[in-house]
């Protein structure tokens, strides 16, 4: 396959057969509203030698139905019902049965590009790569739509690409696995935590460091879809707090690495919880699951306070690093312009 690339779009030339399988594992959970959208973008892609496990999480809408359906009318789909475990639990359970010599996910209310898989495989092909992490589009009920920008790929050896995913996530926050392609056996014995959400930090850090070769690239090909009612975008929760634990969990996984700074970005990470909480808490609000919440923010300013200096010597943005201050200096002022500000660009688009 030979490629090129310029400014606002990707084309390609077939060059060879298919020779590369590749599974892709969909947690399904009551989005009977968006399933349609992403296992069609799955299907329609350019790439043909594709396994698509649906995992149906024990859903109570329509979603049992719908991927019974696709397992009908496609014989490259593959149905498994199970009872409800959350999402880390479905993606072991895809992982379990996964045929494919690379393995990726794709959460079922996203969807990704016709030319995903086909540009991803020709990078593994052409780096030797043990996987490939690409971009992704923030898209919200108006539906809007980025434009390609100029490719830009780079390739890690080694323990730069544990580095490279420690500067990356503390610079943009990021840290899901559905926008990595990776070879399966890459992936024996490793498996999602269970039980907790976020559980894509530590996983990929696992995942990572036993890579030997890492392809990067700019292109987005990735659709976040991003509901006025997704848990990324409601109120804080009691389960928001298991942030915690996966930053634990990702400082004891480089507690002894001695490569670079990725044992102190670790650290970094477990420094920036209690801010990024506190940032929900301003932008959403917070549960009612919470019965003192002037409590919940008194401890999270508490904890803030603590680790400030580690967030303001680190390379996190600037702008995050300005809001932190200000929390630093006072939550009630900070909290009450944010909403403000929110409220008026709200109005503004109306």
Known sequence: M????????????????NDITISVIVPVYNVEKYLHRCVNSILNQSYSD????????GSKDSCPMICDQYAKDY?????????????????NCGIEVAQGDFITFVDSDDWIDSETYTYCIN??????ADAIEFNYISVNDSGKVVPYSREKINVYYGKDILQYYMESSTKNG?????RMLVKKNILKNLRFREGRINEDIDFKYKVLSRCNSCVV?????YYYFQS???????????KDFDLFVAADELCNLARDETYGSIKKL????????????????????????FINKKNVIKILMSKHRKYFKYLILSPMPKNRKILSLLYFVNFTITDTCIKFAKKCIEGSKQ
């Open 2 to 17: 030979i490629f090129y690339s310029c400014k606002y779009h990707i084309k390609y030339i077939m060059m060879t057969d």
């Open 50 to 57: 594709i396994e698509i496990i649906l995992i149906n999480d």
């Open 75 to 91: 014989n490259n789909i593959h149905v498994i019902h199970k009872t409800n475990g959350g999402l880390s639990s479905a993606r």
């Open 123 to 128: 990078q593994v092909r052409l780096f030797n």
């Open 174 to 178: 990021s840290y899901s696995v559905c």
């Open 217 to 221: 690239t700019n292109q987005k090909f």
């Open 228 to 238: 006025s009612n997704s848990l990324s975008t409601g109120k804080l929760l009691k």
């Open 266 to 289: 670790s650290f970094v990470k477990k420094a920036r919880t209690p801010f990024s909480l506190l940032c929900k808490i301003s932008y959403f609000g917070i549960s009612n699951e």
